[in-house]
């Protein structure tokens, strides 16, 4: 696990306010050096603990899913190729640009119709019906590259088996893989809100502020974790700071290169949390903005790799902790869900697995020796954990 970041000034620009042509230089660097990790972003390929909820499931809407993805990539990427064909060979820029618009219109509508077709908020068809218990809470999902309707459906039905809530998605419509990938560079260097980061700010904005909620719950996954930064920053900004309270935010694979979460005022003592113990560390994340936020991570996967494995080894870059598993894999129900909130024949969460598991290491103060004896595991400080199967954390 890696601690929530401290919030000490850093000697170079935060990375979301740099140079959006310098960020994006940069990315394409970080990208190069983190090709070695792209292979991983679908393996494994199996087992299915979902069962059909699983997108690499062999079922024939899935299978066709990929098969209309990989076909879309390919031709994408000859697309890409092809423009500079069009610069070397004079071809008059009007024409090219009429080519890339062309281009441009039919890929946005054959998505559109074979993907991203139907309202853009989906709900969870499970649980039927919400506890009461459960009414003061408001959940949303942002999704990542590549889903569409029907995966996001099945994110949000997996989210909904896992927790017990009925929980909301705001589908971040696909373009294609490749095309989706390009979005995700404009998006977080250029700080670029497309139309659903518009709409999910709008959702979970009327969320804090309807006095019947008491928990707004903010789950995202992928460039999901891209527009869910956004969507904070703008939170931060508009949003009376005793209102944020309500709000939690759990992210996977987060493709961010940025998550706030200042102090509400100035510390009264230098806490360092590099050297905090773990009572400490909770001292301090409570007096953040905003109370809850957790980010989990597949340490061989490509997006976490690029993302928020690569930032929070900069000061005051991702607040929150973050829970690293050891393994690879970015698909959201197969590679995440399943793995970290694995289920049972009955689809309840099961009590045990080898991520909530594993030990690990919490910072002890300077001067001050460690328990040999004191074995620390996820489950102990992951709150998400607590909410499985309709639970809920003591405070």
């Known amino acids: 696990m890696l601690p929530s970041q401290s919030a000490k000034t850093p000697s170079t620009p935060l990375p979301y306010t740099a140079s959006p042509w310098r ?89 559109d119709l074979l993907l991203n077709q139907g309202p853009a908020v989906l709900v969870s068809r499970v649980p039927e019906n919400q506890l009461p218990e459960h ?129 509400r005022a100035l510390p009264s003592r230098k806490v360092d949390c590099e050297h905090s113990d773990l009572q400490d560390t909770r001292k301090k994340e409570n007096d953040n903005t905003i109370l809850h936020i957790e980010h989990y991570a597949n340490s061989k996967e490509f997006v976490s790799v690029w993302g928020v494995l690569n930032f929070t080894s900069m000061p005051n870059r991702y607040m929150g902790r973050v829970f690293v598993r050891p393994g690879t894999g970015h698909i959201f129900n197969q590679h995440y869900m399943d793995t970290m909130f694995t289920l049972g024949p009955d689809r309840r969460v099961l009590d045990y697995n080898a991520f909530m598991d594993m030990e690990i290491d919490v910072p002890v103060p300077n001067g001050a020796s460690s328990d040999p004896n004191r074995r620390v595991r996820v489950r102990d400080l992951s709150r998400l954990w607590l909410y499985r199967n309709g639970g809920s954390p003591d405070h």
């Open 135 to 263: 009414e003061h809470e408001h959940w949303v999902f942002i999704n990542g590259v590549a889903c569409g309707q029907r995966w996001l459906q099945k994110n949000l039905d997996r989210l909904g088996y896992t927790f017990g809530r009925k929980v909301y998605g705001v589908l971040n419509p696909t373009t294609g893989l490749v095309f989706d990938l390009l979005q995700c560079l404009v998006q977080r260097d250029f700080s670029y809100a497309t139309h659903d980061v518009r709409d999910a700010y709008a959702l979970i904005r009327a969320a804090l502020l309807n006095p019947d909620y008491t928990k707004v719950v903010l789950i995202l996954h992928s460039q999901g974790g891209i527009e869910g930064g956004l969507i904070t920053d703008w939170l931060l900004d508009e949003i009376p700071q005793g209102l944020l309270r309500k709000l939690e935010i759990f992210t996977f694979g987060n493709a961010a290169n940025h998550f706030n979460n200042p102090y």
């Open 23 to 111: 960020l994006l230089w940069d990315d394409i660097l970080l990208c190069l050096r983190s090709l070695w990790s792209v292979p991983n972003v679908i393996w494994p390929l199996g087992p299915h603990n979902s069962g059909d909820l699983d997108e690499l499931y062999p079922s024939l809407g899935n299978i066709g899913n990929l098969g209309f993805q990989v076909l879309l990539s390919l031709l994408q990427i000859a697309f890409l190729f092809s423009i500079p064909v069009f610069v070397v060979c004079m071809v008059p820029a009007l024409w090219t640009c009429i080519y890339i618009g062309s281009v441009l219109c039919a890929n946005k509508a054959l998505c």
